[in-house]
């Protein structure tokens, strides 16, 4: 039995699927670092989260999903490209903040987890999406 999908439709499909299991890895990745901050304890004379922090992360939340909507919506090479550039600032934000924190911190494992969770699926989301984009 042959694939009748045009090659273009069957790239954007791929991209959404792992496009999607690279946001789903951010997701875990962000309830991890909220478990981490919660078992290590409170300080007492903690003031709560930055603002700046905050937009921060809700920036890099709401690009993380945004190649998983685009790629679902067409199947041209523009939105190849885009998705691409969203993916790819996706991923920058993403290892940026992951890094920034586990460093920070001292917790060398929300360093890994970020690696494992985002950078792995988001490469193979990246060389799909690229090769997409490329298509004729």
Do not use: C
């Amino acid at each position: 039995m042959t694939d009748t999908t045009a090659p273009s439709a069957a790239a954007a499909r791929r991209a959404t699927q792992l496009w999607t299991t690279t946001g789903i890895g951010l997701l875990l990745y962000i309830v991890l670092h909220v478990l981490a901050t919660v078992l290590k304890g409170v300080p007492a004379g903690f003031a709560g989260v930055e603002d700046s922090a905050m937009w921060v992360w809700t920036i890099a939340l709401g690009i993380a999903f945004l190649p998983t909507l685009l790629s679902a919506l067409g199947e041209s090479r523009v939105i190849g490209w885009i998705v691409f550039a969203l993916g790819i600032l996706t991923v920058l934000l993403g290892m940026l903040l992951g890094y920034q924190y586990g460093v920070r911190s001292g917790a060398g494992y929300l360093a890994l987890a970020i690696a494992v969770f985002v950078l792995v699926p988001a490469v193979f989301a990246l060389v799909n999406t690229f090769r997409w984009a490329l298509a004729k």
